[in-house]
């Protein structure tokens, strides 16, 4: 899969990138992340991408002749969304969706926003939450995290993808480890006795008391 991510500040994206899942992925060669600097694409000597709103108001917005000459010197096809605000809610099934294409290309918005013509560059926009980041960097890097995990081959055991919350539309069960006792917590003992159909029944249990009692828009009762 290849990665395409259009920013203003690609110095961002050197730490996270670099370790974990996603520096294995790159390094197995699952996943290509390609940097694209939007300033390079400003036409004058002081490198200028944002201009004052028509109209008044506050704050600068993202000039739409910048992003899209961006845009054009990633060639290919691929999905091309925006991260944004007002996009749609960004959720694991979207995660799942995205990880089955060849190529996706991430733009991250800044400032006060883009010039409105951007959003007709993009093929949808999206969101990771109701609140505002100072720009799309830092959601970029959820949704590519989010994505490259569930790549073939990325995680050694795909069914710990798989078990994770949202997966089916309910959180996760409650897991436990060493030590088998903490200030008098306990680990149930139903987890210590080896019968796995119990514990799997068990499990499934607790998932939806989980669901229900912390998100229960997810469960549709």
């Not at 060669?29 to 004058?44: E, K, Q, S």
């Not at 506050?58 to 096809?77: F, N, P, T, Y």
């Not at 991250?108 to 883009?114: A, D, L, R």
């Not at 990325?154 to 309910?170: I, Q, T």
């Given at each position: 899969m290849k990665i395409s991510i259009l920013t203003l500040f690609p110095e961002m994206f050197t730490g996270p990138f670099d370790y974990s899942i996603v520096m294995r992925a790159r390094e197995k060669?699952?996943?290509?992340?390609?940097?694209?600097?939007?300033?390079?694409?400003?036409?004058?000597a002081y490198k200028t991408v944002d201009d004052h709103p028509y109209g008044g108001g506050?704050?600068?917005?993202?000039?739409?002749?910048?992003?899209?000459?961006?845009?054009?010197?990633?060639?290919?096809?691929g999905r091309i969304i925006l991260l944004d605000p007002i996009g749609i809610p960004y959720t694991q099934a979207k995660a799942q969706e995205l990880s089955k294409l060849n190529h996706l290309i991430?733009?991250?918005?800044?400032?006060?926003?883009?010039?409105?013509?951007v959003r007709t560059l993009v093929d949808e926009s999206v969101s990771i939450g109701d609140y505002v980041t100072t720009g799309g960097e830092l959601p970029a890097m959820v949704v590519v995290d989010s994505v490259v995990r569930l790549l073939p081959g990325?995680?050694?055991?795909?069914?710990?993808?798989?078990?994770?919350?949202?997966?089916?539309?309910?959180l996760e069960y409650p897991q436990y480890t060493r030590p088998e006792v903490y200030k008098k917590?306990?680990?149930?003992e139903i987890l210590k006795m080896g019968d796995h159909k119990a514990i799997s029944n068990w499990r499934d249990e607790q998932a939806h008391i989980r669901t229900r009692r912390?998100?229960?828009?997810?469960t549709g009762e």
């Open positions: 060669g699952i996943v290509t992340i390609n940097l694209v600097n939007i300033r390079d694409f400003a036409t004058d506050q704050g600068m917005i993202l000039r739409v002749d910048v992003v899209d000459r961006a845009l054009e010197s990633i060639g290919g096809k991430l733009m991250c918005g800044h400032y006060e926003g883009v010039d409105e013509r990325v995680l050694r055991n795909k069914a710990s993808s798989e078990d994770e919350s949202f997966w089916s539309h309910r917590m306990k680990v149930p912390l998100r229960p828009d997810l």
